[in-house]
């Protein structure tokens, strides 16, 4: 069998206009994580399994190069990692002893820059992306369309990430499209 | 001469801009700068339309959105937009417009006989003529639409495009005139993030009409490009907030390239739907003022007479060469100065007794001749103007009396006083007050609705000089940015007077009274043009009961229509409120409501159109899918396939080819649309126990259980099949359609209900890529492809296994819902387009035969099984559908269980889920066909069962059927009869469920 | 068009979230003793006040927590949001009632 293709579902698409550059990470690892992240057992953890902390506040995200972790709830986490997805869970679950899931294809990532990205992302997305609210290292389940996303803020240049799950991936891409030529 | 009526100097347009149009088939030309109505008034056009209920001649009564008459079917085919006001149509080169609601046309209208029968089309006239019988209503309501109706749908498609978005602000300002303009400087400078929206092309509010044309300019210009310069503020010309929402909510259309006509704005949208969300609101909207209701005052001419100065002053137009002004307050002296300066031999009629020496002597020196005390008591003239009569009002204003004098004149110019625009701050939920000074209601900031601050200043506040707006403005603007956190300065806004005559003491005359009574004579006293509305309707609405505000506008329909009412409120409540001899307060106002001016759907939508209109979901094969000819199937929101035709192929036989190759050899189906979630935690079972009807405690690891789903009520709300990884770890699947609302299901019952058991739910639906194969072959084509050892007896029916297929990772589970051998092979989404083709590559040797949805239900039809939404409806428990096997007996507690044993659910002959095979094997009932108790001529019959499911199933040799059948369980064998919306009557015999293998042989092969 | 305090995210607009109905009706236990009377009650019938009004809402497209809110059905005011396991914050005007 020859070597299998690892697709995304926009096949690496991207857009490239005046004002907006959009791309497609490639395959990303991401672990979904359950737990008191105020207890020294996850901390312990993040610290062994992952080299990060698990302070973290609300709607904020934290990188260390291999790893990114973002806050989604007061009781879970999402990692972006280099290392094994399916390790992490399992050694999770084992030293914890809550829960974590591969989640490493259920979205795909976009990451959106050029001037006109806050105009285009809030003619989907209710909520509010000024530099003075939405600051870079914060995050935001929101809706972008009827897509749930979750946004983050990676650069002041800007440069922001968009997660859509894979079956709204598309629809997603081409609701950036169309708008990216009316802002 | 063309465009006699234009001034040769003054004005903002710009005169080296000579632009063409057309009108009712007839060329013209204007300026740059012109709206449609201000350029056909340059060409002496007065008579743009005609009314809604008589047809009646009308022409422009304003220059803004207030406007009543002067609406416009604007261009044709799908551009064409109907009812658009002449007097907010910026002029392009080019512009195609019609008049409405006139045949054959516009000068000779039959509809106009409506007015001859005047007397019986009163008030109410449809609720009255129209009620009886209800059976004609279809037939009454093509002759009410033909006859009385306003402009035309486009029926072509949309061309343009639109755009929708989001916005957030420390202060939205509302109304770009001197308040607005003053409290966005104020915000501003304090640092707040300001947008500042007018509906104008120019921002400047009523500063544009002004005589000092050259002083506001310089103004406003000097003020916008501070506001310009600032990064926080966003400036929005030709932008209307049409509605006023909860939390300080605005919506606001953006018209961005109306102005350029069609297909002339590039890439760019033609209208933007902006939803503002504002901490704070400053509202500077202005004020309307108020026509005087007198005898035939809709004559086209007759205008407000700040229209007739905005005509003048910003537009180089004089609308008539003898002006007459009629007025019972003081604003409109400027008017009068102004028509005189332009030339105009000018008339100033003025219901007052004492009017002051200064405003006396000012019309002296420019040779205007005043009447005090007197009234216009007719009109002459039907397609416009062509004189008016004089009288003296008696003291007290109720009637006319002594010598009649005609004055010929062409354009009457008239004011009956401001009516502050209240609109937003009324739809933000606050409440007016009167205030006699003005006579008008001004908002209440004590009862404002405490989730929309929001502060009124100028105008529409009651205060009318722009000295008093400017100052109302930066005191609004620098409450609203203090209310943010921010500072504001004052002194950031420069001070600016402008020489004008306010509205001063107004002696309110709501009926100007003529030698007939009210209703009497052929005169008529309009009050709402667009609706034509009388004060006669009024007294026939008061003399019928119908005195509540409320009942009054619907009953007359004063205030409806695409105008809402803003020239004609007041009007309507101040002679009702005479009538029944209250106080306007006491009459009270009607709601107002969204949307401000008319909107487009089209805006509304904004880039949600088309394929965004609602998000296609897709799976990891779908392009496979597309590639092997697949016709698709919206479910949900997911596209998929419903049956892949082969050459020459229609869906039938596609079908029929797909159901039966499952069972000959093997078929595959993309089964990745299925809901699935994750649950881990040592708490697991215990919800397993609580959500589904059966027993979970036993089920061994590796083995997969099929479960169903009960709301409170006990009905059937999903199903599927979940499986054991680990002791405290399972993988559940729901339905396509349930997946969102199970998995809330889920979540809200743990949080909300048991929050100390340790459960953690994750959707992982799009995580897995899933094909089912199906068939006798499905054991030899997953052998070619995996490591796991697909013996019988090690890999067994209910089981699940974990390995490499076609070399990636994959859980596969042994499962079924076409009663065939059967395996879903689960990988990482990644790897779902890999997995597909090496089916397809390694299947050749098998006939795999890729099958969608339509086979889908055949075959699991053909086995009886269920599919909830489809054989359920919300109505039907585990019993109805024979399903007593998955309740458990034991369990105490599980959802739905105590409502299995309510009288209803246990009650006898409801109905229940059989199987039917029609008399004649050809026939295949219409899904929803009911079966009756007794065959009668003609509906209703007596029902007692519908069909859920109907197909013509290739491998039962025949047509099938399930149907719902009141005690169905106990009439198997008896025979049915099912009534067609035809007429004709089929026979069907009720059996079980089963069509094929009855045994349940293949499904363990 | 409501702003909602969601109690771990903060202000979101109302399109984020869904609303499931009255709070505080606890499922009741030993449901088999219950007469079918009582359990209508427990599914059926709820309070529907002009006034304050104790619910449920879900932050559908944010962090998937359920909350309740005290709003003022008429005014549309939210008084408060809170956690499910927070106590139940008073209604205005009526001394402190929870």
Known sequence: MDNPVIATPLNAAKIDTDGLTVAELGHTSKVNLRGDFSSSTVNNALTTLLGMESTLAPNAFVSNGASTLFWLGPNERLIYTDSDPETIASQWRDQVGTGAVDVSDYSTVLRLSGPKVRDVIVSGAPFDVHPDEFKVGQCAQTRFGNASILLSNHAETPVFQMQVRWSFAEYAFEYIKRVANYV | ?????????????????????????????????????????????????????????????????????????????????????????????????????????????????????????????????????????????????????????????????????????????????????????????????????????????????????????????????????????????????????????????????????????????????????????????????????????????????????????????????????????????????????????????????????????????????????????????????????????????????????????????????????????????????????????????????????????????????????????????????????????????????????????????????????????????????????????????????????????????????????????????????????????????????????????????????????????????????????????????????????QAGEDMHAAVQRETLAVRESVGMLDASTLGKIDIQGKDAVKLLEMVYTNNWQKLAIGSCRYGLMLNEHGMIFDDGVTTRLGENHFHMTTTTGGAARVMSWLEEWLQTEWPEWEVYCTSVTEQWAVMAINGPNARDLLQELTDIDVSKESFPFMTMREGSVAGVPARVYRISFTGELSYEINVPARYGRHLIEALTEAGKKYDLVPYGTEAMHVLRAEKGFIIVGQDTDGTVTPHDMDMDWIVSKTKEEYLGNRAQVRVDTKRDKRPQLIGLLTEDPTVVLPEGAHIVAEVLDKPPMPTIGHVTSSYMSPNAGRSIALAVLQDGINRKGETVSLAMMDGSVHQALVTDTVFVDKEGVRVRG | MFIINCPYCGDRDQTEFSCHGEAHIPRPTETAKMTDDEWGEYVFFRTNPKGYHRERWLHDHGCRRWFNALRHTVTDEFVATYKIEDPRPPIPGEGGRS
């Open chain 2, 1 to 645: 001469m063309s465009q006699p009526q234009r001034l040769s100097a003054g004005g903002s347009i710009d005169r080296s801009k000579l632009l063409s149009f057309m009108f009712d088939g007839r060329q013209y030309t204007g300026y740059q700068g012109d709206t449609l109505a201000s350029a056909l008034l340059a060409n002496g056009v007065r008579l743009m339309g005609r009314s809604f209920k008589y047809h009646r001649p009308r022409g422009a009564i304003a220059a803004g959105s207030e406007e009543p008459n002067a609406l416009v079917q604007l261009e044709t085919g799908a551009y064409t937009e109907p009812n658009t006001r002449a007097t907010c149509i910026e002029l392009y080169d080019g512009l195609v417009a019609k008049s409405q609601n006139r045949w054959p046309n516009l000068e000779f209208d039959v509809g106009a006989v409506n007015s001859l029968v005047a007397r019986f089309l009163p008030a109410g006239f449809y609720y009255k003529t129209f009620m009886w019988p209800a059976s004609m209503w279809m037939t009454y309501e093509k002759f009410i639409r033909k006859a009385a109706g306003l402009g035309v749908s486009p029926v072509d498609d949309d061309p343009d495009v639109y755009h929708g978005t989001y916005a957030h602000c420390d202060v939205l300002v509302i109304g770009g005139g001197p308040a607005g303009i003053a409290a966005a400087t104020a915000a501003a400078n304090g640092g707040a993030r300001i947008i500042l929206l007018d509906e104008g092309n120019d921002f400047g509010g009523g500063l544009l009409g002004t005589s000092d044309n050259a002083a506001s300019t310089s103004y406003i210009d000097g003020a916008l490009q501070v506001l310009e310069q600032n990064d926080n503020v966003r400036l929005l010309s030709r932008t209307t907030a049409t509605g006023y929402y909860d939390y300080n909510y605005i919506t606001a259309l953006e018209k961005v390239t109306d102005h350029l006509g069609p297909a002339n704005g590039g890439d760019a949208p033609r209208q933007r739907f902006w939803k503002i969300r504002a901490k704070q609101v400053v509202i500077a909207a202005g004020s309307i003022e108020r026509p005087l209701i007198f005898a035939d005052n809709d004559r086209p001419g007759v205008m407000l007479a700040n229209a007739v100065g905005t005509y003048i002053n910003r537009y180089g137009v004089l609308p008539g060469n003898d002006v007459v002004v009629f007025t019972n307050n003081d604003s409109a002296y400027q008017v009068a100065l102004d028509a005189a300066a332009a030339g105009a031999t000018v008339t100033t009629v003025d219901t007052r007794r004492n009017v002051s020496s200064e405003l006396k002597s000012k019309l002296e020196q420019n040779n205007i001749r005043l009447f005090e005390g007197h009234a216009i008591s007719s009109v002459q003239g039907s397609k416009g103007v062509e004189s008016v009569r004089i009288m003296q009002l008696s003291e007290d204003g109720e009637s006319v009396q002594g010598q009649a004098w005609e004055i010929v004149c062409t354009c009457v110019a008239t004011s009956g006083g401001w009516t502050p625009s209240c609109h937003m701050f009324s739809q933000s939920g606050g409440k007016l007050k009167y205030d006699e000074s003005i006579a008008g209601f001004i908002p209440d900031p004590s009862k404002a609705k405490v989730s929309s601050p929001n502060f009124s200043a100028g105008a529409c506040n009651g205060s009318f000089t722009t000295h008093a707006c400017i100052e109302q403005g930066i005191a609004a603007g620098a409450k609203a940015a203090a209310a943010v956190g921010k500072t504001a300065s004052a002194s950031s806004v420069n001070a600016f007077a402008v020489s004008e005559i306010a509205q001063g003491a107004i002696a309110p005359l709501w009926l100007v009274p003529t030698v007939h009574p009210v209703g009497e004579g052929k005169a008529k006293h309009f009050h709402d043009f667009q609706n034509d509305v009388t004060a006669a309707d009024i007294h026939l609405a008061a003399r019928e009961g119908f005195v509540s505000v409320e009942h009054l506008k619907r009953y007359t329909t004063t205030g409806m229509a695409t105008d809402q009412g803003k020239t004609s409120n007041l009007n309507a409540l101040a002679i009702m409120a005479n009538i029944q001899g209250v106080s306007i307060p006491e009459v009270g106002t009607t709601t107002f409501r969204p949307p401000y001016t008319p909107l487009t759907f089209g805006a509304v939508g904004g880039q949600e159109s088309r394929e965004l209109f609602i998000q296609e979901r897709k799976t990891p094969m779908h392009e496979h899918h597309v590639a092997n000819g697949a016709v698709f199937e919206d479910v949900g929101d997911w596209k998929r396939p419903w049956y892949f035709p």
